[in-house]
């Protein structure tokens, strides 16, 4: 059994997990499913009503980091206070990602965007610190929804 890393992010999605995975692994590089544990049949325990086939614990990896997720039904959704950073080397990086995960354009802010799931993810540079020194330039930041960073070195 391999060892687990020492934290982890869990991510408990309605019914979206197996297709959530595989649209994760798709948009990152060196990223991968590593296993897929469903639920038992129901007929065997009345608590896994309507659950068969669905993800009961979900593993996989983004780029080197580790994710678990789940099934779990409607009681818990996602929001804005919990974000994934993706530091990103330049502008077409940005774009790329930024196209891959922008999904609802009213929740974009700052380089902040949500999927088609309802993960929030920041796509910002790697340098977004030294972007963002000056006043004028968290001026330009505020206003944006992607991060375009020319407009940031030019305020």
Not at 36 to 65: C, T, W
Request: proline residues 6%.
């Amino acid at each position: 059994m391999a060892e687990l890393p020492p934290i982890q992010p869990c991510l408990w999605f309605d019914n979206q997990a197996r297709a959530a995975m595989e649209y994760y692994v798709d948009v990152f590089p060196n990223s991968r499913i590593l296993s897929i544990e469903e639920y038992p049949d129901e007929s065997l325990d009345e608590h896994f009503a309507g659950m068969s086939g669905k993800v009961l614990n979900g593993q996989f990896r983004l780029n080197g980091v580790d994710f678990v997720c789940l099934d779990g039904g409607p009681a818990f959704t996602f929001n804005e206070s919990i974000s994934f950073v993706v530091s990103c080397e330049d502008q077409e990086e940005i774009d790329r990602y930024w196209s891959r995960l922008s999904h609802v354009p009213e929740s974009e802010q700052c380089g902040w965007c949500k999927d088609q799931f309802g993960i929030s993810w920041q796509i910002i540079p790697a340098n977004m610190g030294e972007l963002t020194r000056r006043p004028e330039q968290m001026q330009v930041m505020m206003q944006q929804k992607k991060i375009v960073i020319a407009e940031l070195e030019n305020a």
